[in-house]
Every structure is written in structure tokens, then in C-alpha cells.
């Protein structure tokens, strides 16, 4: 297997729907409607896909159970519980041009400290603003307000509004001013400790511990106590071989750790049903 095979898959799988997104608007101003709609809702032929934040939202504001939505939602939930949460790392438009800003900072100032590394544990954080901002929602908006800082839709929005309605969205600064943010503070802040959408997918890979997962073989690595290359690849500064149940949360299954890992004794893998050995 060629060596950063599972990169080139991914970046490739990334842009391909970033680019998709941009040109489906036109697409459907054509009169292309197999696909059609943007990342709260997307549909194919007769499969549609919903954001489940959105649809949470919607149920607790209306009080109902919409079937359709229910499957739809069910569907993603479905995937992230057998894939984790390579919705994150292999589909997100927003996470591929994050992932491209932080490689470009750490190339800038590599040595560059960053505050934002103090709170490790990003999960419990997203955790907390998911609640908070769910309450604060649920008890004082009319409608389901979290969906607006979704940036995958915000990413698909922004290029609706330039094709249909000829209309630079706001949310293009929004964006634009997250990425500087990161940019500046070497740091991915908005997918590890912020973004609400990632919660929900992340809870429903927890449900299965035979989940597509990163597996850790200890009698095969050949490298330190220090930061060793699998470390330093990943994007979230996490460090794979040390994936206990705080960190794991935060994984997004983008194999960029295996990548690295082939180079050193091959101690990393991506992998279903397996169990992390010599933990």
C-alpha cells in the first residue's frame, strides 16, 4: 500500500464534495434535481439525509415526531454509529479548508504556543456549549437557531446565495473570521471545541464499541514518551496511542496517524471490532 494512501482517498473524497456544493446550485438552476439542498437537509433521488441537531430541535420546539425527518436524521446517526464521526474528517467542507489553514500555521510557526491547548478534553467542552445552547434555544427562540451555526451549511448557503440570489451571505465573514482565528492560534477551535453538530454524531459512535475506530498495537511501535510523527500529523493534536475514552471522543477516524504510523513498525491501524492492545 502506498504510503499516505489513506490521506490521498480522504483529501480527495473532501474536495470533491466541497467543489460539489459549490457547483450544485447551478446544477439545480439547470434543472438538475436528483441532489438537491444543502447540508441541514440534503436529498438523493428518493434518500434524504438531515442534520440531527435540526431535527432535535424541531422535535422539542413543535412537540411532534415527524417520521420522515426521524429516518432521515436516523440515517446519519446510523453512519456515525457504525463510522464515528468521519462525517468530520472525510465529508466536511468546513473541516477540510480548517485542517488546510492549520497545516499552513503550524508551517508558519511551527514552535508557535498556543493558549488554546490548555482544555484537552475538547469533547466535554462541545459537550457543554451543545447543552447550554440547546437550553437557551429551546426556552427563548421561535425556531431551531443552533442550525444557523452549522458551518457545513453555512458553507452550502453562502454559495446558494452567490448563485441564486446573486447575494454575498454573511455567514461567508462568519467563516472567514473562524479560519483567522484559527490561523492565529495554530489551533482547530471550532471543530474541537465548539462546533454543536459534531456532539450528536459523536455520542452515537460511543453507543458501539465496534465501531470503525483507530486500533493501537503497543508491542509494534517503535517510537518515545515524546511526540512522535503520529502525533505531530494529527490536525486535533491528539495522540493515537494513548486513545483512552476522553480522547477517543475526539477522533474523527481520518487515518492520518495510520499514514504516519507505516513509516515507524506500522503500530496503528484503522479497524472495526478490535480492541486497542497493550493499553
Known amino acids: ?25 447551478i446544477l439545480n438552476a439547470k434543472g ?61 467542507p468546513f473541516g477540510l479548508l480548517s485542517e488546510l489553514v492549520n497545516r499552513l500555521a503550524c508551517r508558519v510557526w511551527p514552535q508557535k504556543s498556543c493558549l488554546c491547548k490548555i482544555p484537552q478534553n475538547g469533547f466535554a467542552v462541545k459537550a457543554v456549549i451543545f447543552c447550554a445552547g440547546f437550553l437557551i434555544v ?5 425556531s431551531p437557531a443552533l442550525n444557523r451555526i452549522s458551518l457545513p451549511y453555512q458553507y452550502s448557503n453562502v454559495f446558494q446565495y452567490v448563485f441564486i440570489q446573486k447575494y454575498l451571505a454573511p455567514a461567508t465573514w462568519l467563516i472567514g473570521a473562524i ?15 465548539i462546533c454543536p453538530q459534531s456532539v450528536l454524531l459523536t455520542a452515537a459512535g460511543r453507543f458501539n464499541p465496534f465501531r470503525l475506530k483507530v486500533v493501537f498495537e503497543k508491542e509494534k511501535c517503535v517510537g518515545s514518551r515524546g511526540p512522535c510523527p503520529c502525533q505531530k500529523t494529527c490536525s486535533l493534536d491528539l495522540d493515537p496511542r ?28 484503522l479497524g472495526f471490532g478490535q480492541h486497542k492492545k497493550g493499553q
Open 32 to 92: 438538475f434535481s436528483f441532489i438537491w439542498g444543502n447540508f441541514l437537509n440534503i436529498h438523493v433521488g428518493s434518500l434524504t439525509f438531515s442534520d440531527p441537531l435540526a431535527v432535535l430541535q424541531m422535535i422539542v420546539k413543535n412537540r411532534y415526531l415527524p417520521v420522515g425527518l426521524l429516518i432521515s436524521a436516523g440515517t446519519v446517526l446510523a453512519i456515525a454509529f457504525c463510522l464515528g464521526t468521519v462525517f468530520c474528517s472525510w465529508i466536511c
Open 242 to 269: 494513548r486513545l483512552n475514552s476522553r480522547i477517543e471522543a475526539q477522533c474523527t477516524n481520518c487515518g492520518d496517524c495510520v499514514d504516519a504510523c507505516r513509516k515507524t513498525g506500522g503500530a496503528l491501524s
Open 179 to 193: 479560519l483567522l482565528a484559527e490561523f492565529l492560534l495554530r489551533t482547530r477551535l471550532w471543530c474541537r471545541w
Open 138 to 142: 429551546s426556552f427563548f427562540c421561535s
Open 1 to 25: 500500500m502506498k504510503k499516505n494512501s489513506i490521506r490521498i482517498w480522504r483529501r480527495t473524497i473532501q474536495t470533491g464534495v466541497a467543489v460539489f456544493f459549490i457547483m450544485l446550485p
